[in-house]
């Protein structure tokens, strides 16, 4: 007996007429080659089934950008009162020149991570380092003027590094 041979049969792309392929959509069923396909969770995709869509936790919203806003906003005020009461205690914008900046930094980051679902963007961090800037620099000119030291500059630096650090991208 003659045994009959069947030769694979050979799918093109649905998109690339010219290229042959083995693959094929696990939705749709067109046959697609590796220049089309999508990886997707649920298998290989066509580029039309397996659409793109961004990460929940870079999909920032406006009303994300408000919260973290208003959480700045406190943030601030708390920073300039923490810096009033350390002149106070100690007596010098030194230390709190030192201090508050950091603490500023640290409370901008994390509140306003968690106040947003610990989301990310490029705003959310000009959000939080802007906070550490603005009450330092409002708590300065409340304090007798615009004075900063070497120190005090490295302070406002890294607190606003620490405040990126939980927001950034």
């Not at 990886?39 to 066509?46: E, K, N, S, T």
């Not at 659409?51 to 406006?62: I, Y």
């Not at 000009?126 to 550490?132: D, F, K, N, R, S």
């Amino acid at each position: 007996m003659a045994e009959q041979q069947t030769e694979p049969q050979t799918m093109t792309c649905h998109w690339h007429p010219a290229v042959s392929t083995g693959l094929s959509c696990s939705q749709c069923q067109r046959p697609i080659c590796t220049q089309c396909l999508v990886q997707a969770p649920v298998g290989i995709r066509c580029r039309e089934c397996g659409k793109a869509v961004p990460l929940p936790t870079f999909d920032v919203r406006p009303s994300n950008y408000a919260k973290a806003a208003v959480v700045a906003a406190v943030i601030g005020v708390l920073g300039i009162i923490l810096w009033l009461t350390l002149i106070f205690f100690t007596g010098t914008r030194f230390i709190a020149s030192l201090v508050t900046p950091v603490i500023v930094g640290y409370a901008a980051g994390e509140l306003i991570s968690r106040v947003v679902n610990l989301k990310r963007s490029k705003g959310l961090m000009y959000i939080a380092g802007g906070t550490v800037v603005l009450s330092s620099l409002v708590a300065m000119i409340l304090t007798g003027g615009l004075v900063l030291t070497l120190w005090g500059i490295l302070a406002l630096i890294l607190g606003v590094v620490i405040a990126i650090g939980r927001v950034r991208l």
